[in-house]
Structures are given as C-alpha cells and as structure tokens.
C-alpha cells in the first residue's frame, strides 16, 4: 500500500532555529513530491515542488530535498519566524494528473 | 495571481439532505480534483476529472457522490444523500497540462457539517 509518513507529528521551536521536517514515503517510484503549508482552517498552500529527476528545490528560507532511492524527503526552514506556525504536510503523485496522497503533516509552532 | 475558489465557505445541512459543492479551478487548468480532510485526518483523495470525465476515483466516493463540470468555469462536487460522517473540510484542486504544470493548486476549502 503507497503510504506517507511524516515526522514529528509537532514541533516547537526558539525563533530563528533552523529546523528540518522529515516525510517518507512506502512507494519509492514516485512522479513528483510537493509540500504545503496549511493554517488552522485554512487552505493548502503549495510551498515547493519536486520532480522525481531532481534532488532538491529551494524558495527563499526553503529547501526541500528528495532521496527517492530510500523513499525520504526533507523540508529545511532557515532562520525560523513565529509566521511559520502552520502545519506542514508532504503530499506525493505517481503518475502525470494522479492523485496526491498526503502524510499527516507537522504542525510547527515557533515561539518569538 | 490566480487561484482556485469554493463556495461556500460553511455549509451546514441535515443527515439525508443533498448539498453541491462548488469551485471555479484556475482558468487553462486542465485536471480537477476533488479532496476531503476529516478533522484531524489526513487529507484523503475522492476523484479526479479530466477531459470531462472521471479519471479516477477512491472508495470513498461511492455512489452518492458525483461530480460535474456544468460551464467552462465551474467545477462541483454533489453529495446525494449526506451523513454524519461526511462531516469534513472539502478541498477543490486544479492543476495545468504536462512540462513544469505538475503542481497541483488547492482551494481554500469548504467545511461541511451534516447534523
């Protein structure tokens, strides 16, 4: 069964850590990963995406990296900010207009 | 910057009743997803539509649900006859066609709650 988990289920940190968001993925023959923000009630934002050819992407403070071999991605937050509390879920796709199959996400609060 | 809409925000109906959910996807999108997150859950998959039909669909979304694409514009999701359990925020998507046009765009959601 293709399955996503992302870990830790939460996290707190001090303002200004950089911090790393770790998902996983059953599946390794993945077509693309793509992370969200979303905030309590609120819609997904997309953050970044990447392609199964690539090994990382970065957008400002961001930078999301992909070993697909081993079924694991990463999402780097540099120099946290308290407008980074959200929960952060990863979302994978096996094939060109599939579905997208989300882990659970992190909720990340960041403490000024 | 474009971006997908919903409506409405909240819906409130009773057990059995039918609700139609709507959204207006990203004009030129081309792929059309329906997604549902019970509270608490992960955010779970129930159909995708291109080229004016279903493309494919979860156990979830059995035979009380439809979906349809009216107009050039609009893109709903009817629940025939609703239940307790179908309680759940809605998330509309859409995504482009091909090359870098992978990235799917989520709308901002309809909460539904069935009494």
């Known amino acids: 069964k293709q399955e996503v988990t992302q870990i830790p289920a939460a996290l707190s940190v001090p303002e200004g850590e950089n911090l790393v968001l770790n998902c996983s993925f059953t599946?390794?023959?993945?077509?693309?990963l793509q992370w969200f923000r979303q905030d309590p009630g609120k819609g997904l934002t997309s953050l970044l995406l990447?392609?199964?050819?690539?090994r990382e992407q970065t957008s400002g403070r961001l930078n999301a990296s992909l070993d697909k071999s081993s079924g694991r991605s990463t999402l780097y937050i540099a120099a946290s900010q308290p407008g980074d509390s959200a929960t952060y879920l990863c979302?994978?796709?096996?094939?060109?207009?599939?579905?997208?199959?989300f882990g659970q996400g992190t909720e990340l609060s960041v403490k000024p | 910057e474009p971006e997908v809409t919903q409506t409405p925000s909240h819906q409130v109906t009773q057990m059995g009743q039918e609700v139609i959910l709507r959204c207006v996807p990203i004009s030129n999108h081309l792929y059309f997803y329906w997604y549902r997150q019970i509270l608490g859950q992960k955010v779970e998959f129930l159909v995708s539509f291109y080229n004016n039909e279903i493309s494919e669909k979860s156990e979830i979304f059995d035979d009380q649900f439809s979906v349809e694409r009216p107009d050039g514009s609009n893109f709903t999701l009817k629940i025939r006859s609703t239940k307790l359990e179908d309680s759940a925020m809605y998330f509309c998507a859409s995504r482009g066609q091909g090359g870098s046009y992978n990235e799917q765009f989520f709308g901002p959601g309809t909460r539904l709650t069935v009494l």
């Open positions: 599946d390794s023959a993945i077509y693309n």
């Open positions: 990447i392609q199964s050819s690539q």
């Open positions: 979302a994978v796709q096996y094939n060109q207009g599939g579905k997208l199959i």
